[in-house]
């Protein structure tokens, strides 16, 4: 059994910063890929920003330069770091975690979603 929380979202004014935060807790033993989501009423959840435990990371055109993604293992915790805010990225953020949570059994996770509003 895994849970996901998310953390850190809120409102602010576009060119602040921002950093999210989604804690695994469970039967985990590590955390082997990453990933953050953004969707907005009426749209499909898109991805943002995404890792490895290698330490690869891609992140979609919008927040490219402005978002760093970054992992913590011994505190089973993966980051979204946002500079820069634009209206724009006003969505509802989830966080996605593949997870080994056994010598052999994987599965990816979901968090509950965090939203983060960008506004004058």
């Known amino acids: 059994q895994v849970q996901l929380v998310e953390s850190g979202g809120g409102s602010l004014q576009p060119g602040g910063s921002l950093t999210l935060s989604c804690t695994a807790s469970?039967?985990?033993?590590?955390?082997?890929?990453m990933g953050w989501y953004r969707q907005t009423p009426g749209n499909q959840r898109v991805l943002v920003a995404s890792g490895t435990s290698k330490g690869r990371t891609d992140y979609a055109d919008s927040v490219k330069g402005r978002f760093i993604i970054s992992k913590d293992s011994a505190k089973n915790t993966v980051y979204l770091q946002m500079n820069n805010l634009k209206p724009e990225d006003t969505a509802l953020y989830y966080c996605k975690l593949g997870i080994t949570t056994g010598p052999i059994a994987f599965d990816d996770y979901w968090g509950q979603g965090i939203q983060v509003t960008v506004s004058s």
């Open positions: 469970g039967s985990v033993f590590a955390i082997e890929t």
